[in-house]
């Protein structure tokens, strides 16, 4: 899950409460989603991705509301939550393990929590119903070509998982899948056999992953049809994502949460801007027809690749891309004495470390944008700033995760003027 995920196994003025209920209800959309009945997915218990199950989406909206607000008293005003119209099947990303019973049935899902039980998933409520339906068809494919599947304990066989992505925008679909050996027997006609059945499928790449580890990709990948990533638009930027980048899960949300963070940057046309863990690049090509010049910095390498390939593509000229750890390249950006106006920055969910806060503070911006998914540490971090100079002025909770209890929120912070 940074579903703010990392590619684990493991499986962001103050209103009345009437009020809030009032826009909370409208920005759920009309018909009350999820409904007053208990709704239950039969893989709910063990699958555990879900923790707000069969409840109303209006009451979940309104459980993440009252924990923000909790989170932050006394430290921001929390505005009231924008949830989604149709907050089913949103997740582009749907990953799934592999295993054979006794009677040689074979299953796909997820793991139980600490164990290597799988828990079968035939579709899900938040996932793409695309991946789903091709998980399924990997599933007899795998069984007909007599694939030898991978076992966690003992580290022994081939097959490990899957991992699809989909473009909601464009349609392209990428499949991921993950071997412990790059040796797949008579992989091309499995990879014919599979376009034949999903020919909407766009990419296949063989990732292999021969470490005994909670991450799902290994270092290694080979293209077995397609380009090796796919392509989708967000806020009008057309951006192309590797299968190691990270991209946000629900795309419809992250265009609210980019055009919320934007508009909260209070942007002229002439900041330089920081655009920390910037990913493939997303936040700042979408905000940089508003910025004057744009500095993004982030550590995965193939993220980065994607992230200057992004900006060509949409012919961006004001953005520059730097591999690096974020707080280090703050820190000799104002070491060098150079100067930003801006920080937006999109932390992990562990959030920043105090070396990078503290480069934020040297670097000393007007404004921090800080958009979060995990709130505890978002509060860790607004403390630590507004006790250097800044005030956080507002946040703003975005759904980004329905059903499951996680919160995705932008906060805007403001130098106090001496
Ligand atoms: N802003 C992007 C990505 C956010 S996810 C988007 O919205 O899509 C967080 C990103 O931080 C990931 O791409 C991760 O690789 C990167 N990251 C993690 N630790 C980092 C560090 N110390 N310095 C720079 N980037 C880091």
């Not at 966690?152 to 066989?157: M, N």
């Not at 007007?366 to 005030?391: F, M, N, Q, W």
Request: aromatic share 8%; net charge positive.
């Amino acid at each position: 899950m940074r579903d703010c995920e990392e590619d684990t196994m493991d499986g962001k003025k103050k209103t009345t409460e009437i009020q809030k209920k009032t826009v909370i209800q409208k920005r759920a959309g009309k018909k009350p989603a999820g409904g007053s009945e208990r709704q239950m997915c039969p893989a709910a218990e063990k699958c555990g991705g879900c923790a707000y199950q069969g409840l109303p989406y209006e009451i979940q909206l309104e459980k993440k509301q009252r924990y923000m607000e909790s989170l932050l008293k006394n430290i921001c005003p929390v505005r009231p939550i924008i949830g989604m119209d149709n907050p089913y099947n949103y997740r582009n990303k749907v990953h799934a393990v592999f295993g054979r019973l006794y009677d040689g049935t074979i299953l796909s899902g997820t793991y139980e929590k600490n164990s290597h039980r799988i828990v079968p998933i035939e579709s899900c409520m938040i996932e793409d119903a695309c991946a789903d339906a091709i998980i399924r068809d990997i599933r007899g494919l795998l069984k007909s070509f007599k694939i030898k599947f991978y076992n966690e304990d003992s580290g022994i066989g081939l097959f490990r998982h899957v991992l699809i992505r989909r473009g909601f925008a464009t349609g392209q679909v990428l499949v991921v899948l993950v071997t412990a050996s790059p040796v797949f027997p008579s992989k091309n006609n499995f990879v014919k056999a599979l376009l034949k059945l999903h020919p909407e499928i766009t990419s296949i790449v063989l990732n292999i992953n021969d470490k005994n580890t909670s991450m799902i990709l290994g270092e290694r990948e080979i293209v077995l049809y397609g380009k090796g990533y796919i392509e989708d638009v967000l806020c009008g930027r057309a951006f192309r994502i590797s299968p190691k980048s990270f991209y946000q899960v629900n795309p419809v949300q992250t265009e609210v949460l980019y055009r919320k963070a934007i508009e909260l940057a209070g942007l002229t046309g002439k900041e330089r801007v920081i655009d920390a863990y910037c990913g493939i690049g997303t936040i700042g090509i979408i905000m940089s027809r508003y910025a004057g010049e744009v500095i993004g910095v982030e550590l995965n390498p193939d993220a980065v690749r994607d992230a200057k390939a992004n900006a060509k593509r949409n012919e961006i000229h004001n953005i520059r891309f730097f591999q690096n750890d974020a707080g280090k390249f703050m820190l000799s950006m104002a070491e060098q004495g150079k100067k930003a106006d801006i920080v937006f920055m999109d932390s992990p969910r562990t959030g920043s470390d105090e070396a990078f806060l503290s480069s934020v503070v040297k670097l000393n911006p007007k404004r921090i944008v800080y958009i979060s998914c995990g709130p505890e540490t978002l509060a860790r971090d607004l403390k630590y700033l507004v006790k250097r100079g800044y005030r956080a002025e507002e946040a703003w909770p975005v759904d980004l995760f329905p059903w499951t209890s996680h919160v995705e929120v932008v906060c805007l912070m403001s130098k106090v003027e001496k």
